[in-house]
């Protein structure tokens, strides 16, 4: 018996409302933020800091892992505080790769990010990662096409003879950036020692607006 047109109107229309459900709840569905610890840990291990999450969160269209304020504390021998601050991340990731189970990691926008560098005049600076542990296999993670960083804030100090915060020597505020192969295993490579203040890890271009 053939199917009137009406009824045929009425079971597209059911399955358009049904996939347009699906794509807004999906994300919700599944939770990213219950590998938080899993993250935190990953990273801990990898540049030998302490690091702070608040949220992991997904999205669809495109694929997109959204961090909500990621910090990254001062080795001990620094005074308290953080490396660096980003309020927020969003990390689109490669969809092909995802099916072959890798993790291609597309684009990163970083929002309100601090970076608090301090150079210690005994030893390394507070980013500097002598203790991180890299292994290309445990995470093999390529070059990143685009990072994009929106309204930064870089403050570059020394440390006093006796370990105490010192003189700030350089500020700058509202950085924007576009950063083209940014490599983040050249952050985190223990024989890098200081990650070549950025420049050493991007290729081939670098524009500051």
Not at 75 to 92: H, K, L, M, N, T
Not at 101 to 110: E, H, P
Request: proline share 8%; net charge neutral.
């Amino acid at each position: 018996m053939p199917i009137r047109r009406g009824t045929g109107l009425v079971v597209l229309g059911i399955a358009a409302t049904l996939l347009f459900a699906l794509i807004f709840v999906a994300p919700a569905l599944v939770n990213v933020d219950r590998y938080r610890p899993q993250v935190i840990s990953f990273l801990q291990e990898k540049t030998g800091k302490q690091v702070e999450i608040r949220r992991l969160a997904l999205t669809f269209f495109p694929v997109t892992i959204h961090v909500d304020h990621i910090g990254v504390k001062n080795p001990p021998i620094f005074p308290s505080g953080y490396v660096a601050q980003v309020a927020r991340i969003d990390a689109e990731l490669s969809v092909g790769a995802l099916l072959r189970r890798q993790v291609v990691i597309k684009s990163l926008v970083l929002e309100d990010p601090v970076w608090n560098l301090t150079s210690d005049p005994d030893g390394p600076w507070n980013f500097e990662n002598p203790h991180s542990k890299v292994s290309a296999n445990a995470f093999p993670l390529g070059p990143i096409s685009s990072v994009k960083i929106k309204r930064g804030l870089m403050i570059a100090s020394n440390l006093l003879p006796s370990d105490a915060a010192g003189p700030i020597f350089f500020e700058a505020h509202e950085i924007s950036c576009e950063l083209e192969q940014v490599n983040l295993v050249g952050i985190i490579n223990p024989s890098s020692s200081s990650m070549a203040f950025w420049c050493a890890i991007i290729s081939p271009r670098f524009v500051c607006l």
